[in-house]
């Protein structure tokens, strides 16, 4: 029969298999093979009794997706992003991909864009169903039901959070964005501008918070004001809109510092859109650099980030997990700079 709560206890928390190591006084491995009859355990008799008793006491139920990495790995973790059509991800998948290869796993990708919310959905289904050893998860929606159930119960399956933060986790595993949105900042003001805008992402997500906090301090360091933000989506429209809202209601902006390529490339339609040409007459750097910016109309400056480099340390850092070793928290620092190009010039009063 099922437990009940008693009247006006809360409920027990969920046992976990690290409650059953430490009543029995050995280690998780030694529960996690006795529990699954693991035939090469070379345990004593009271011993593993002293494990299934501290099991039936706590009431422990093993979770699908941890049963099945201790009797068997599947050789396949899931890959959770926000937006296939992101080419900045394509960059962190190959690096993903490829480490995983060399570890003898496969790599199953999910979105969780705006247009597919069903993709978390469909990604903690793999979980419970324990046919993943692991999950890196870049999504960046803060509702996202998958994110919630793994912040309630951290060690249901190993896992990591891929350029983005959970806070309060052990699990990120992310660049310096701040860091990189300074220098940004101090790249325009090196040209001479000072009348600065900056095109944020969707409020509350991360990544856009990151980078606003990395704006307002690099302008707060040079005596600049950094009001002059626009948000919009992460994404051509986005870029678009946005831009085009900063530059009508402060035409005195000469440059901007936009947040991802697509974004930048509404940027730059907008620019056209109100007349103004690039970088003649407005500067334009944007975050994270792919082999496209190469080929826009002018060539787009942008800020280069370890993206193939961010996808090997996040399969690292589950690897380490699925081995057995605790969670820990991975930053990959000081490796970004400028790509210069034709985007960015002096501002027409200083030429």
Do not use: W
């Amino acid at each position: 029969m099922a437990e009940t709560a008693s009247a006006g206890k809360p409920p027990r928390a969920r046992a976990r298999l690290v409650d059953v190591a430490e009543l029995s006084g050995v280690t998780k491995s030694v529960v996690s093979r006795t529990l699954n009859n693991d035939p090469t355990l070379r345990a004593r008799p009271e011993t593993r009794e002293r494990v299934l008793a501290a099991a039936r006491q706590l009431g422990y139920r093993p979770h699908a997706g941890a049963r099945a990495l201790s009797v068997a790995r599947t050789g396949t973790f899931a890959f959770l992003i926000p937006d296939l059509t992101n080419s900045v991800y394509a960059v962190i998948l190959r690096g993903a991909i490829r480490r995983a290869r060399e570890l003898g796993y496969v790599v199953l990708i999910a979105e969780d864009a705006r247009q597919s919310p069903a993709g978390a959905e469909e990604y903690a289904e793999l979980v419970d169903a324990g046919r993943v050893d692991g999950l890196l998860v870049a999504s960046a929606r803060p509702d996202s039901p998958l994110i919630a159930a793994l912040v309630a119960q951290p060690d249901s399956v190993p896992h990591v959070y891929v350029n983005r933060e959970v806070p309060g986790s052990d699990r990120n595993v992310g660049m310096d964005i701040r860091g990189a949105s300074v220098l940004a900042v101090e790249y325009l003001a090196g040209f001479g501008h000072s009348r600065i805008g900056f095109v944020s992402g969707p409020r509350g997500l991360h990544p856009a918070v990151a980078r606003g906090e990395g704006f307002a301090a690099a302008m707060s360091g040079l005596g600049l004001a950094g009001d002059l933000v626009a948000s919009g989506e992460f994404d051509e429209e986005g870029g678009f809109e946005a831009t085009h809202d900063l530059l009508t209601r402060a035409p005195d902006v000469t440059a901007l510092y936009v947040s991802t390529l697509g974004q930048a490339i509404g940027a730059l339609a907008a620019a056209r859109a109100v007349g103004r040409s690039i970088p003649d007459d407005l500067s334009v750097i944007c975050y994270d650099d792919v082999p496209m910016a190469d080929y826009l109309s002018p060539s787009l400056t942008t800020i280069s980030m370890p993206l193939d480099a961010l996808g090997v340390a996040a399969v690292d850092a589950l690897m380490a997990q699925v081995s057995g070793e605790p969670a820990r928290r991975v930053s990959i620092a000081d490796h970004f700079a400028v790509v210069p190009r034709d985007s960015v010039a002096p501002p027409a009063t200083h030429a």
